[in-house]
């Protein structure tokens, strides 16, 4: 079974600038999160999609962050503009419903 | 306002010998709890979960015990082995939240040859 693909892997803008990451799930889980996870932190979740709607995206800074999710597969987030403190790893992560999440390896983002 | 926490930040521990990652709790509607095990460069990987009807759960070198009175769960790996060197995250969940995940902040876990 193939994981959760997600490019890229490393990402460094300046500030201001404008990026966007691609998540490809697990064929047929049906819920794909977004997650930001800052060095020395846990997890912190951006947003939830059930197939192709969002179910959860209480935390996502809407003013510079959004994300979608076509035909309920693949999905891309996309920070604009981008400032320092969006410095983290964001990780995307799909699970069947109410089972266990598979995370990707994550894209590290370093804005200067 | 943190649900999950983990007060440990690192733990150094010998090879061979116990490691015991702890995790505490506010939410008294958690109903199931999770490990994760993160290497640097790589996504989190699922280790081990416990449902709250349950104090124990064992899985080969990894057992998770959970204290519901104390909301207290902690993850014991016996014996230690370099390649258990990682972060270890705690989550939690409860059934009214879109199944989602609570997170702890992670202990980083040295096992020394």
């Known amino acids: 079974e193939a994981g959760v693909a997600q490019s890229p892997r490393y990402k460094i803008i300046e500030k201001r600038q404008s990026v966007a990451f691609w998540c490809n799930p697990i064929?047929?889980?049906?819920?794909l999160y977004w997650y930001q996870q800052i060095l020395g932190q846990g997890p912190k979740l951006l947003i939830q999609?059930?197939?192709?709607?969002?179910?959860?995206d209480s935390q996502l800074p809407k003013d510079r962050f959004s994300a979608e999710r076509l035909k309920g597969v693949d999905s891309t987030l996309k920070i604009q503009p981008a400032k320092l403190e969006d410095s983290a790893v964001y990780l995307c992560?799909?699970?069947?419903?109410?089972?266990?999440?598979?995370f990707g390896s994550g894209t590290r983002l370093t804005v200067v | 306002d943190q649900q999950v926490k983990q007060n440990s930040p690192s733990l150094s521990v010998q090879e061979g010998r116990i490691s015991i990652l702890n995790c505490d709790y506010t939410?008294?509607?958690?109903?199931?709890f999770l490990w994760y095990k993160k290497y640097p460069a790589e996504g989190p990987t699922f280790l081990i979960s416990?449902?709250?009807i349950k104090d124990k759960n064992e899985d080969g070198r990894f057992t998770v015990f959970l204290n519901k009175s104390a909301k207290h769960l902690s993850l014991h790996i016996v014996p230690s082995q370099p390649g258990d060197s990682a972060v270890y995250f705690c989550?939690?969940?409860?059934?009214?939240?879109?199944?989602?995940?609570?997170w702890g902040a992670g202990t980083k876990l040295i096992i020394k040859p």
């Open positions: 989550a939690a969940r409860s059934s009214d939240s879109n199944y989602q995940l609570i």
């Open positions: 939410n008294s509607m958690f109903d199931y």
């Open positions: 416990i449902s709250s």
């Open positions: 064929s047929g889980h049906a819920t």
């Open positions: 999609f059930q197939n192709n709607g969002v179910v959860d």
């Open positions: 992560a799909s699970s069947l419903v109410n089972s266990g999440y598979t």
